[in-house]
């Protein structure tokens, strides 16, 4: 899989964008990046309830340090 460019604009554009494309002209192509949600929703996922999440899911272990 290839590294994403990911692109933070202010100005006229605003928000977190990925860049799809740099043209032989200088020309960049960039896209919104997509939200976890839409991500989700794109690939048919959906959270697993936290009721039905294993036990060891939601623990942390410990090193007792801080």
């Not at 997509?34 to 899911?57: C, N």
């Amino acid at each position: 899989m290839d590294d994403l460019t990911i692109l933070d604009l202010h100005g006229d554009l605003e928000g977190t964008f990925v860049l799809e494309e740099t043209r032989a002209d200088g020309a960049l192509v960039i896209r919104r990046e997509p939200t976890l949600a839409q991500v989700e929703t794109r690939h048919g996922l959906t959270p697993v309830p936290a009721a039905e999440q294993p036990a060891w899911f939601s623990e942390l272990p410990t090193d007792d340090e801080g």
